[in-house]
Each structure stands twice: as structure tokens, then as C-alpha cells.
């Protein structure tokens, strides 16, 4: 039994050190410091000691899409340094335990959500670092808002003390076609640049995930979510 046990602990460890060569690669192919990109490690469905072995191969970043499900690791993992990011989908009347364990909301799609985290933050924590969240494929099923609507609600969200704006994020269309993975993360990245010609000082573009990382990092990423290829596949 501890031996299965074991075998899965270096599964994950070895993951991790692969998508961190891949990361390295695909860097190195588009020009870029691998030292701009993040991994964020997508740890939804997996429990709190799949986190932990990640967390002593040298992940520090985790994603969590569902509150219930993560506030219970957050607490069974308080004593580790970890750094959390919410990227499920935001309701307003669950934004305060997101406002209480969260550094960083990838998924910030309304201005009164945005108020919420803003009034609830503890002020004993430092701004919450947030990435609005762009519909990039027009998908009428994906959260988002649309391209046309980003300025105006950065222009809000850089008003309130407590949020830190860093960035935007998507969830691309799901297809195999490269070309169409590369296009929405280009019009991503291109978004982002028209924002910080405008004054806007934004770092990142949170996009890329298992299937379509390479991609996304040569067009710009500077945080990849990446969950499959590190804690493999999750139940349907
Ligand atoms: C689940 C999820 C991921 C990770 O997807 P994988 O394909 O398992 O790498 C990334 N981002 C978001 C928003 C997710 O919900």
C-alpha cells in the first residue's frame, strides 16, 4: 500500500520537473527568460496530499476552482507557504472566503465582484492580486467579458486600494486546431498591450493549460495553469 503510495508521490514530482522543462522549452523556442513564467499548479478534485507533494518538489502556486473544496486544503495546509489562486467561477454572494484565503483571483469577470473583494479584503493582507477574466472565443458558455468591455472595467478596478490589477486572463475554446489556440492567445497578449499603452501598468497574462501551454507561451504567457499533466487526469 505505502509503496503505491510512494510510486504516486514521485509520479507527481516528476510531472512537475517535466512541465517545468517543457515551460524551459518553449521559452528558450520564442526568445523569452523562463524566469517570466510561472507555473501554477491546478489542484481542483485532488486532495490536500497530492498539494503537499507537489509542494515539496518546489511548487508554490496553486489553483482552486471550487470554494468549499478548497477553503478544506487551504486550512489542512495552513503551515505551508503556499500561494493560492481562485480560478473557478466568481458569484457574488461567495466572494468573501475568496477575499479571506486567496492571493490571486484569475477569474475577475464584474465590477461588483471586484467591489466585493475590494470591502472584503482583511486588512491585515496585502491587495488582492487580480486578472480580469476576457472571453477571448466569444463563447456565449465561458465566463468573461468581452474584449470591447476590458478598458472600462480596468479603469474601475484600478480605483479600489484593495486590488491590485496584474493582468488578464482567458480560457480559450477547447480545439485542437493550433492556429485557432494561437490566435486567441495572441489577441490576448495584443489586449493586454493596448491596456498598458493606455497607462495601464500590467505583468501578466495568466493562459495555457495542459494541452495548449507550448502555445500560450509563445505567444506571451507569463502564468501557465496547468492541472492533468502534473496530478493527471480527473474524474469527469
Ligand atoms: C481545470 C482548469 C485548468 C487546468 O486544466 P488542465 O487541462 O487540467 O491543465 C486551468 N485553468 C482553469 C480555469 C481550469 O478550470
Redesign the pocket.
Known amino acids: 500500500m505505502s509503496q503505491s503510495k510512494q510510486a504516486g508521490s514521485r509520479d507527481i514530482a516528476d510531472k512537475i520537473d517535466a512541465v517545468r522543462h517543457s515551460i524551459d522549452q518553449a521559452a528558450a523556442k520564442s526568445g523569452r527568460n523562463p524566469a517570466d513564467i510561472h507555473l501554477l499548479a491546478?489542484s481542483?478534485t485532488r486532495p490536500a496530499a497530492d498539494i503537499e507533494t507537489a509542494f515539496h518538489a518546489g511548487q508554490r502556486d496553486f489553483g482552486e476552482?471550487y470554494l468549499q473544496e478548497a477553503i478544506e486544503k487551504i486550512q489542512a495546509l495552513q503551515e505551508l507557504p503556499i500561494t493560492w489562486h481562485f480560478?473557478g467561477r466568481m458569484q457574488s454572494n461567495k466572494t468573501r472566503p475568496i477575499a479571506e484565503n486567496f492571493s490571486w483571483v484569475h477569474t475577475l469577470s464584474s465590477l461588483k465582484h471586484a467591489r466585493r473583494i475590494n470591502e472584503q479584503r482583511p486588512e491585515n493582507l496585502p491587495a488582492m492580486n487580480v486578472c480580469i477574466q476576457v472571453n477571448i472565443s466569444h463563447e456565449d458558455s465561458k465566463g468573461g467579458i468581452n474584449s470591447e468591455q476590458v478598458e472600462q472595467l480596468a479603469t474601475e478596478i484600478s480605483k479600489l486600494p484593495g486590488i491590485r490589477l496584474r493582468g488578464l486572463m482567458a480560457?480559450p475554446e477547447a480545439t485542437e486546431n493550433r492556429e485557432v489556440q494561437r490566435k486567441a492567445f495572441a489577441n490576448l497578449a495584443g489586449l493586454l498591450s493596448q491596456l498598458n499603452l493606455k497607462g495601464f501598468e500590467l505583468d501578466t497574462l495568466s493562459m495555457g493549460?495542459?494541452?495548449d501551454m507550448e502555445i500560450a507561451i509563445e505567444e506571451g504567457a507569463t502564468i501557465v495553469?496547468?492541472?492533468?499533466?502534473i496530478f493527471g487526469a480527473r474524474a469527469p
Open positions: 491546478v481542483k476552482n480560478i480560457i493549460m495542459s494541452g495553469r496547468i492541472g492533468t499533466a
